[in-house]
């Protein structure tokens, strides 16, 4: 932790801050370890502040030994401004995507002194890169859903609802040893397959749909995130075959376009070429990919508007899809580090031939 609050006092001075108020909360628990829902950071030159409250102060002593602990008991715009009391035309930088308006609005009441200063991805910037220790977690996050996505394939069969899919995925995931899940988990069959971001339903699996399932878990507070697309029964269809076969061969591409040094925005682009000549480019809407930690969605992300360039130790998501309204879907995603000679591919699921179950 103190490297990292290290690193972020280098980033506040270059900015030309003379503080930064952390109020994110996966910002917080990353710079100094408190896991608690009520945490404000500030950090300074001089100081490393944690304010939380009367239910959070023992865990915090222990969790953030590097940070003084401040108990609240007003509000923490009005501690900060005790704080800040007597430094008069400083610059403090607050998280703008962190921050309420009525947070807001009572910071510039109270610290009126100060003047206040909107920061955007200070912290996230830093957390893009992992440690090697953040990469393990995320390594063990992604191997358990190797192992649920295993177990699940016996259970899948025609006449099995979304739903009751989703929830066996998630007691595997949780029996393994799971924190929670990631995000909510999307099962999508038949045409609703065609919905990238399908959770499951109600519907009941049929003869020749296509299922998308698409879920994660939580280990040590980091995410792992997981798609592949199954067959319920028999021989593919040649339209099914066919948009499979794109989105592999895109998302091969997309692997094989990883490296320290490239763009992020042109693994979307080796991505999407593959999938527009193949004539889906119309299909294939969303981006290729995100980064992943302690949140399933940071950065890196890995789409066509994209300004970062990939950096060695980065852990992204490849996950191209082709969807047919009406029709149904493909997604095929896997987990990657970024390395100084290329990715390397965390997900053990093989994905060389569509699952026919
Ligand atoms: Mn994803």
């Known amino acids: 932790m103190l490297k990292r609050v290290e690193r972020v006092k280098q980033l506040i001075s270059k900015s030309g801050l003379d ?13 100094s370890g408190f896991t608690g829902s009520a945490g404000v950071l500030l950090v300074s030159a001089e100081k490393a502040l944690l304010f939380t409250d009367s239910r959070y102060v023992t865990q915090a002593a222990e969790e953030a030994y590097a940070f003084e602990i401040m108990e609240i008991e007003k509000t923490w715009p009005e501690h900060l401004a005790e704080i800040l009391s007597e430094h008069r035309d400083m610059a403090v930088g607050f998280e703008s995507e962190h921050v309420t308006h009525q947070q807001f609005l009572r910071m510039a009441e109270v610290l009126a002194a100060v003047e206040l200063k909107p920061v955007k991805d200070m912290v996230e910037g830093l957390r893009a890169v992992k440690e090697e220790p953040e990469i393990e977690k995320i390594r063990r996050a992604v191997s358990l859903v190797d192992e649920a996505f295993a177990e699940i394939l016996d259970y899948i069969e025609a006449g099995r609802s979304e739903r009751e899919i989703a929830l066996e995925l998630e007691f595997h995931l949780r029996h393994r040893g799971a924190e ?16 990238p971001h399908g959770a499951a339903s109600g519907k009941l699996l049929e003869h020749g749909d296509l299922v998308v399932m698409d879920f994660g878990a939580v280990c040590n507070g980091y995410c792992s995130d997981f798609t592949r697309t199954v067959l319920v029964g028999g021989a593919p269809e040649p339209w099914q075959e066919e948009i499979f076969e794109v989105v592999l061969e895109a998302q091969g591409a997309g692997i094989a376009a990883v490296r320290a040094g490239v763009p992020a925005s042109e693994v979307d682009r080796v991505v999407r070429e593959v999938i527009a000549g193949r004539g889906y480019g119309d299909y294939f809407g969303h981006g290729s990919g995100h980064g992943l930690g302690l949140q399933v969605h940071e950065l890196p992300r890995l789409d066509r508007f994209s300004t970062e360039t990939l950096e060695a130790g980065m852990v992204v998501t490849v996950e191209p899809g082709i969807y047919l309204p009406g029709r149904g879907g493909v997604r095929i995603e896997d987990v990657v580090v970024v390395r100084e000679n290329g990715a390397e591919v965390l997900t053990g699921t093989a994905k060389d031939r569509l699952f026919s179950v």
């Not at 899940?181 to 919905?195: D, K, M, N, P």
């Open 180 to 195: 929670r899940i990631a995000f909510e988990t999307i099962v999508a069959s038949g045409a609703r397959a065609a919905l």
């Open 19 to 31: 503080a930064l108020i952390v109020t994110g909360r996966d910002n917080v628990r990353y710079l």
